[in-house]
């Protein structure tokens, strides 16, 4: 099986969800841009927004970040 990128899963999650950038963004507290960077792989996710966004779907950052 390949394994799903990261940028893959949380777009994945983020419209499942029914999650805007823009909301995603407001709940982690950055910039839509910086949101929007993190889903298309131009910015590097760092532990504390990882964790962040792990809190919104109720799930553990190791079930997003790691395959």
Known sequence: MKKEKINTKL?????????????????????????????HNNRRLYYDIAIKIAKIFQLKPDDIFFN
């Open 11 to 39: 777009q994945k999650l983020r419209i499942e969800n029914g999650y805007t950038y823009q909301q995603m963004a407001e709940k982690v507290g950055i910039s839509k841009a910086y949101y929007w960077q993190l889903e």
